[in-house]
């Protein structure tokens, strides 16, 4: 899959920091593997990737409570604009930390080790919002 060098450029030299994700940070990705990057949710990103050439996907197919839009580049290149980016950084070092996509067989099953990770750190941020609201 041919990926167009000027797309990557544009994203790192751009104000924001994008992320590495999917097979490529987990290092499972194939010969003609999508490129797969994550970028914190901003004012202002929706129309910067849209400069970019990226097309907002109408559905994502993504299983994550904190994805909120994923952009797609002709050029094989997807980025998921996240609500919160250090969670989502945060969940995919604990599951290559832990090697725990070893036993996922497939896509599905990947996808299930990832919703249960980000679930669970979803619910013990937002457990903890709540607790210091009480105080």
């Not at 544009?10 to 994700?21: D, H």
């Not at 490129?35 to 994550?64: A, C, H």
């Not at 797609?72 to 995919?92: M, N, S, Y």
């Not at 996808?111 to 919002?129: M, Q």
Request: with cysteine; glycine share 6%; hydrophobic share 35%.
């Amino acid at each position: 899959m041919f990926h167009n060098p000027n797309v990557f450029f544009a994203m790192a030299n751009s104000e924001y920091k994008f992320y590495l994700t999917g097979s490529r940070f987990f290092g499972t990705q194939q010969q003609n593997s999508d490129w797969d990057f994550f970028v914190q949710k901003t004012i202002s990103i929706d129309n910067d990737l849209s400069g970019m050439g990226f097309k907002r996907e109408e559905k994502p197919s993504y299983i994550d409570p904190i994805c909120d839009t994923v952009w797609k580049h002709p050029d094989g290149i997807h980025v998921q604009v996240v609500d919160d980016g250090r969670l989502k950084e945060t969940a995919q070092l604990i599951i290559q930390n832990n090697n725990l996509l070893r036993f996922a067989l497939s896509k599905t099953e990947s996808a299930l080790v990832w919703k249960a990770v980000i679930t669970t750190l979803v619910e013990e941020r937002d457990g903890l919002k709540k607790e210091s609201e009480s105080w």
